[in-house]
């Protein structure tokens, strides 16, 4: 199929100052380049923030009493929490479901107190969803079959002055009212690098939790999925598996802090973002305007031979289209080979922030992977062809306006 | 709106009456045409002479739509352009009008086929524009020209296609401004005799001016302008057809 003659005209137009149409598909490949990179740290920035949140014992889901979202009392039980644990595991693309238990309790040893939220964990699932477990400094991580064992942060151990193999005093209040106590063993020291996290941590199983306080069952269960962008669609389905009297709340919801700290950053990128395709646009503007300007007598001439203004604005958009799908193939090729070498090797952040940072109680490694995916095809051209569209306006404008007399006499 | 050549022999196809056209050059104002009357008829073929400066071009510009007069009435194809808008003006030029300028202006990055070609595209011809246009080429003797670009061309066969491109919707009425000023003497006839073809075979009306004794020479009626007014209109004998249309007046076998 031939295109059609105006098309044709658009299309070597492109191609007549070639130096020029590089310099601007150039131009725009480096800003849509930009702009891809940019927008693959913040993609890859909120995968490490979702991580972190989820890896750090929250969860993507956390399905927890219906009072506590209110109460957020560590005292409160699922009203059945092994229903609750079948339905969570039922579900398609969970990765982890886990239960746990809290009680606010204080450490003790010899003259040394610590008050701190004690966690009862499953010993073989907690790893999965809790990567400190992972930072064991010194030591072991707890494990099947352990009964007083537990593992505490490196800050905790350090304001006690305990080493492995001693044995700490945990107090709290149990089911009837009475304050209880119970020896732990420690077993392990985790070190995550931040005192702020480690001086919250002290890990036993959750059957030494229910022994001490005598609440039977799970405070909540965590769920972590293969895909977080996966929780909002799956949610709706477990609240309607849920026993009566519990609930589902996201990663989100526990973390608001969090959620508000990622739509900031998303924020600056999107600005960053724009202001890049600003300076893009108006280069673009720039050298379209050029273009039609050394043209003005052609457009003269094929307006006296009756072509309409809107015509020739659309010659105008069709040449920018084809400088768009220029500059968005090479913004890809500029950006796509940055976010790809990034996406693999990471953007290592330690180096100015000094090793990992803490945030709203999580904690965060600085080392970002950009997503790298197909939407590097997509933003791309929508960029750059969104860019040079709106860049082409006022050359096509003008264009149109173009007076055939005035052209021509001027020519001649 | 129809712009094919078929108007019936001697319908007017230009009429002015008093026309002016005043510019404004910075406080002044400078009159270009100053009340002209002129009846140009279907199938004329009239030469517009006179000095640099007398209005010709300016004249050209009112009847081609390209502006509009300042003062008195001129209807071209029916159509009064004082008050046409400028989409208006746009569609009659488009339909009814053939242009050919002094310098060509071909449109560089096309071929000799392709600018031919737009201009039934524009016009909103269907898939048989190709065709269409390569007949005109043929018709006109530039059939193997019909790839090269305006670059590949010298200047007589860059106005001839041109000449192509002005024809090729068959308008009534084709306005040449100084047609041969940019060529020389041979390719200059040869531009005239076909423009006088095409007037004669397609009961096209053409409109030109020139500077170009030998080209005045062309012209079944010659309008000279001086100071922007019309100081002569005077009709010469039409040639004999064979001048014009090879084959045509003579015996069958005759040299």
Known sequence: ?412 | MSGRAALAPGAPVIEARGVTKVFAEGPQLVPALRGIDLTVRAGEFLALVGPSGSGKTTLLNLIGALDRPTAGELTVLGRPIGTLSRAERATLRLHALGFVFQAYNLVPVLTALENVEFVLELQGAGGERRARALEVLRELELADLAQRRPAEMSGGQQQRVAVARAVAARPALVLADEPTANLDGENAEILMHLMRRLCAAHGMTFVFSTHDPRVVAHAQRVVTLLDGRVARDEARPPEPAHEIMPGAGRAPGGA
């Not at chain 1, 005292?75 to 886990?98: E, K, M, N, S």
């Not at chain 1, 309409?308 to 913004?331: F, K, N, P, T, Y």
């Not at chain 1, 904690?363 to 950009?370: E, M």
């Open chain 1, 1 to 412: 199929m031939r295109l059609p003659v105006a098309t044709r005209y658009a299309l070597r137009s492109v191609r007549r100052n070639t130096r020029r149409t590089a310099l601007s598909v150039l131009g725009i490949g480096i800003g849509v380049g930009l702009a891809l990179f940019v927008d693959g740290i913040n993609r890859g920035r909120a995968e490490l923030f979702v991580r972190a949140t989820a890896l750090s014992g929250t969860g993507h889901l956390r399905i927890v009493p219906r009072e506590w979202r209110v109460r957020r009392d560590p005292d409160l039980r699922l009203a059945d929490g092994a229903a609750d644990l079948q339905a969570a595991r039922a579900l398609p693309g969970v990765a982890v479901a886990t239960p746990r238990a809290r009680v606010q309790a204080l450490l003790a040893m010899g003259t040394h107190v610590v008050p701190l939220e004690l966690l009862g964990v499953d010993p073989a699932l907690e790893p999965a969803v809790w990567r400190f477990a992972r930072h064991v400094e010194r030591g072991r991580y707890l494990e099947p079959g352990d009964r007083d064992a537990g593992v505490i942060g490196r800050a905790v151990a350090e304001r006690l002055g305990a080493d492995l193999g001693d044995e700490v005093l945990a107090s709290a209040v149990a089911k009837n009212g009475e304050i209880v106590g119970a020896m732990i063993r420690v077993v392990g020291i985790v070190s995550t690098g931040s005192d702020e996290v480690d001086a919250g941590i002290c890990q036993v199983p959750i059957a030494a939790l229910e022994r001490l306080t005598g609440r039977a069952g799970p405070g909540e269960i965590a769920v972590t999925f293969a895909d977080w962008r996966t929780v909002e669609a799956e949610r709706a389905g477990l609240v309607k598996a849920l026993a009566p009297g519990d609930e589902v709340m996201t990663w989100k919801e526990l973390t608001p802090d969090f959620e508000g700290h990622m739509r900031q950053d998303t924020a600056a990128s999107r600005i960053v973002t724009a202001i890049i395709i600003l300076i893009v646009l108006l280069g673009v503007t720039s050298a379209q305007l050029a273009a039609v300007l050394e043209r003005r007598r052609e457009f003269a001439v094929l307006g006296a031979l009756g072509m309409s203004g809107r015509r020739m604005a659309g010659l105008v958009i069709q040449e920018a289209v084809a400088l768009g799908l220029g500059g968005g193939l090479a913004g890809l090729a500029i950006g796509g080979s940055v976010v790809w070498h990034f996406a693999r090797a990471g953007l290592d952040f330690r180096r100015v922030m000094g090793g990992s940072y803490a945030f709203a109680g999580l904690l965060i490694d600085p080392v970002i992977y950009p997503e790298f995916g197909a939407w590097l095809l997509v933003e791309a051209l929508s960029i750059a062809l969104l860019a040079t569209l709106l860049a082409s306006l006022y050359p096509a404008r003008f264009a149109s306006r173009t007076d055939p007399a005035v052209a021509l006499r001027v020519a001649q």
